[in-house]
């Protein structure tokens, strides 16, 4: 079964560094997503990307934040300066064109932990 | 803005008992409802949805139905396993590739 998949699993670094997550979303799939989940806190929509551009940003996606599809296949959020708040589980997920009610699939995850 | 609300947990069951967890939503038009889960350690896994008032969405013992009436979308299963423990999502999409907006989750705990 098709599926997203998010590297690496667990990412730690200092305050300060610039880290690049990573996400292969399905292969068919168009429109293409970022959550992020504090720990014990709700999943917040951090942006959302359609068309080889951002469709929707949330507050919380701002100037430290990026996104990008370099090739066919991966799907990249970038952190540019982190900071001790940005420690958080980052979810990709992925939908195929078909409409409001279609489910989106979430990868595993990526545990960022910043000291 | 579209919102959701479900019941603050957790929630701590013995197995075999009757569940309901809480939802509750706020959307202009008409929105997709869904709940997802997450098992420890484990990423967002789709647990059932409903597109259309009055539809019923249903997997795994789980079942939830779309009140346009109350603005509901309450999660029930009728005998809960150990296995089920987890946080469950509540969740709204609006419209076409718009994203999910989730409510905080609810955390199951369920014990033999």
């Known amino acids: 079964e098709p599926e997203v998949t998010q590297t690496p699993s667990h990412q730690v670094t200092q305050m300060g560094q610039e880290v690049i997550l990573r996400c292969v979303p399905i292969s068919n799939h168009l429109y293409f997503y970022w959550y992020r989940q504090i720990l014990g806190q709700k999943v917040e929509f951090l942006v959302s990307?359609?068309?080889?551009?951002?469709?929707?940003k949330s507050e919380i996606f701002d100037d430290q934040f990026s996104v990008e599809r370099p090739d066919g296949s991966n799907f990249t959020l970038k952190i540019r300066s982190t900071k001790l708040e940005d420690s958080a589980m980052y979810f990709c997920?992925?939908?195929?064109?078909?409409?409001?009610?279609?489910?989106?699939?979430f990868g595993q995850g990526t545990r960022l932990t910043v000291v | 803005g579209d919102s959701v609300t479900q019941m603050e947990g957790p929630v701590t069951l013995s197995e075999e008992a009757f569940l309901t967890i809480n939802c509750t939503y706020t959307?202009?038009?008409?929105?997709?409802l869904f709940w997802y889960v997450q098992y420890p350690g484990e990423g967002l896994q789709l647990l059932l949805k409903?597109?259309?008032?009055?539809d019923k969405g249903s997997n795994k013992g789980f079942e939830a139905t779309y009140r346009k009436e109350t603005t509901s979308f309450h999660l029930e299963k009728g005998s809960v396993q150990v296995s089920d423990s987890a946080v469950y999502f509540c969740?709204?999409?609006?419209?076409?590739?718009?994203?999910?907006?989730f409510g905080k989750g609810t955390t199951l705990s369920v014990s033999s």
């Open positions: 997920a992925s939908v195929p064109i078909g409409g409001g009610n279609t489910e989106a699939f």
């Open positions: 990307f359609y068309n080889n551009e951002i469709s929707e």
């Open positions: 409903a597109t259309k008032a009055d």
């Open positions: 969740a709204l999409r609006g419209q076409a590739g718009t994203a999910l907006i």
């Open positions: 959307a202009t038009g008409y929105p997709s």
